[in-house]
């Protein structure tokens, strides 16, 4: 039996070791509390807040969440600075998702802001998608797992230079369709989708211990401004549905006053910072923190531009005056990525510009999550502002060149056509959206062709109903070309009955402006030959989805390929790779325009007109042994692709 003195000296000994337990809990998680602080009280707690570092004793009582007072953030009570960066889900293979989480982490950041693709996610109306790359429950995961919070931008429009904004293209089957307003067939979609989304969302969120922390209404609708009610309606639809953390709008200067919604926290977004910009958000909003939901790290692409690159100092600078500010900052992008498929968005401001697949954007990070200069300079700044080290970068990736590919067959489309694309019977050209296919949805990318019977020539003119761009054949013999800038061609005369072909390409939707319900696509009206509507079309799809791209390998028709050969046609060969796969990136060089398959993924549209000169192919779309490769080129076809283990984004041009 123990004697008395014994259990005292226990005791005392339990109450020591439990004091110093409340004090380390102290020191880490609340630092202000403390008599003594060797660091600002905001940068500790910069620390507190990051997900690795809360354990259930921390995640008592977390019922206050991201909350505004005194022109300051607050997390759980706490003030709190978000620092935080972007990188989309859907644009990162799955298998890099974590990578690039840690290389945020290492760069001193602690929350991760990513949009949310309506139209990836209900490719078909009623069916959805939230597997594989998809797999938004995963991505939410991962990001808690690795310290970092979320700002989730769930739309439904996104912009992001994606195809039609993020919304998807069956919503324009409607001709009276009213995108981004209150109209009836645009909110009973949005309502569907919200419906199925939020079930996905709403346990992430911070109140029901996620890494959620704000959720933004809509995304830059003050530039649209179509309807005072419907940002009211996205705001109550995302409540009404279990939202419960702070909301946010995001707008530009110009936009910012026409896009607020009451109860929602108005954020700017802007690349470079002119005097007064961030106290105009005074001007909107009083006595409430200051964000940057948007500072643009660098600046997208078109095809047939230069490749636009931010200098590095000038970032980092600008960044730095905002953080001196007070103000909370968001880093668009951290990581780009890439915009695999037919996925890629356009402008139209004075003329139509199909923006490239690389999503690079010149960002914190490369296209392939390889570190660049602007990282380790804002890994250096951000040090400085939280005071305490931070976890080493991870390691990168190595690079593989492969070197040359042959692309030893080919089959011509029209060989193609009879074996596996049944066609469409019309009297009038029908644009690809209202086309009957995929379940009444219509086709939402890739190409279309229009066939119909001539008899003579004379002059075409397409009336400005090309979307976006046609191959004109007759029978199979390449005449020339519409599209916006040229919209009449003359065919040649010839005897008896002929084909008239109109090979049309779907070159990547508006993302952005006024115009988002003229975005159908394919022929959208009558051609005319000899003043004459041309009539009795035959259309075939061409979507090139992974079974008509399953099924293109069976078809019977492949040969050798020519020393010389015109499109369109499809090629294929083979890469065989004997160690792990890595990263490549294929050149093609002596290609025109076309579409590139690796193991039936779709990589993205090359075109020589640049700047992009090569497509990003990730290391585990690949395969030890044979992994094939075939090619739709729709003109002129080189004999070999080069892989190569450095990207080539073509001529660069600094962002003015």
């Known amino acids: 039996m123990w004697p008395c003195g014994g259990r005292r000296q226990r005791r005392l000994g339990g109450v020591a070791l439990l004091l110093v337990v409340l004090w380390l809990l102290l020191r880490r998680y609340y630092p202000c509390l403390l008599p003594a602080v060797s660091e600002p009280c905001e940068n500790a707690v910069l620390l507190r807040f990051n997900w690795s570092e809360l354990n259930p004793l921390g995640l008592w009582g977390r019922t206050h969440g991201l909350q505004t007072e005194n022109s300051e953030f607050l997390l759980e009570g706490m003030p709190f600075r978000i620092l935080g960066g972007s990188m989309h889900y859907f644009r990162v293979p799955r298998e890099y998702w974590e990578d690039r989480m840690l290389k945020m982490r290492a760069c001193g950041l602690n929350t991760l802001t990513t949009y949310v693709p309506w139209n990836l996610h209900e490719k078909e109306r009623g069916k959805f998608d939230f597997s594989k790359n998809l797999d938004l429950r995963a991505f939410l995961s991962l990001a808690a797992k690795n310290g970092l919070w979320v700002i989730l931008r769930p739309g439904p429009y996104i912009c992001s230079e994606w195809d ?70 996205i705001k109550m639809a995302l409540l009404n549905r279990g939202i419960v953390e702070m909301l946010m709008t995001s707008d530009n200067k110009n936009g910012l006053s026409f896009g607020l919604v009451e109860g929602a926290l108005a954020t700017v977004n802007f690349q470079k910072l002119e005097p007064g910009l961030l106290k105009y958000l005074d001007t909107v909003q009083k006595d409430q923190p200051k964000m940057v939901m948007e500072y643009w790290t660098g600046w997208f692409d078109n ?25 909370s900052i968001n880093l668009y992008m951290f990581h780009g990525g890439t915009n695999f498929g037919f996925m890629s968005g356009a402008l139209e401001a004075d003329e139509y510009k199909s923006d490239v697949t690389s999503y690079d954007y010149d960002a914190v990070l490369t296209e392939a999550g390889d570190y660049t200069s602007k990282f380790f300079k804002l890994r250096q700044l951000f040090s400085m502002v939280i ?101 009449e061609l003359s065919i040649p005369e010839g005897q008896g009955f002929r084909q008239l072909r109109l090979l049309v390409e779907n070159r990547g939707r508006v993302n952005y402006g006024l115009g988002l319900n ?139």
């Open 164 to 233: 039609l904004g993020g919304l998807p293209s069956w919503l324009l089957q409607d001709p009276e369709m009213k995108l981004r307003t209150t109209y009836k067939g645009f909110t009973e979609a949005v309502d569907a989708y919200f419906d199925r989304l939020m079930r996905v969302v709403v346990p992430f969120q911070y109140k029901k211990g996620g890494p959620i922390i704000a959720v933004q209404v809509e995304n830059e609708y003050g530039s649209y401004n179509k309807d005072p009610n419907y940002m009211n309606y």
């Open 303 to 327: 095809w047939g531009g230069p490749h636009y690159v931010f200098d590095a100092d000038e970032m980092v600078n600008t960044v730095e005056s905002i953080l001196k500010t007070g103000a």
């Open 387 to 487: 005071g305490q080290p931070l976890p080493l970068p991870p390691m990168i990736e190595s690079k593989a060149s492969y070197g040359a590919i042959l692309l030893h067959q080919y089959i011509s489309l029209w060989d193609v056509l009879p074996a596996l694309v049944q066609p469409i019977k019309s009297e009038i050209p029908v644009n690809m959206e209202n086309l009957h296919l995929n379940d009444s949805i219509g086709q939402p990318y890739g190409y279309v062709l229009y066939e119909t019977v001539i008899f003579g020539g004379g002059h075409l003119h397409s009336r400005d109903h090309v979307r976006d761009r046609a191959q004109v054949f007759v029978n199979t013999v390449y005449v020339g070309e519409l599209d916006y800038n040229s919209v």
């Open 518 to 656: 003229e975005q159908r696509k394919g022929l959208i009206g009558d051609i005319f030959l000899n003043k004459t509507p041309l009539r009795n079309f035959k259309i075939y799809s061409l979507e090139m989805k992974p079974a008509f791209m399953k099924s293109l390998q069976h078809v019977s028709g492949w040969s050798s390929v020519p020393d010389y050969f015109v499109g369109p046609a499809f090629f294929r060969g083979r890469l065989w790779i004997e160690q792990q796969p890595q990263d490549t990136f294929l050149k093609l060089q002596g290609w025109e325009k076309g579409v590139v398959f690796v193991n039936g993924q779709n990589l993205g549209r090359y075109w020589k007109i640049g700047p992009q000169e090569t497509l990003y192919l990730p290391g585990p779309w690949l395969r030890r042994g044979g992994n094939e490769i075939v090619i739709f080129e729709e003109r002129t076809a080189g004999r070999i692709i080069q892989s190569v283990d450095i990207p080539y984004l073509g001529r660069t041009q600094y962002v003015d």
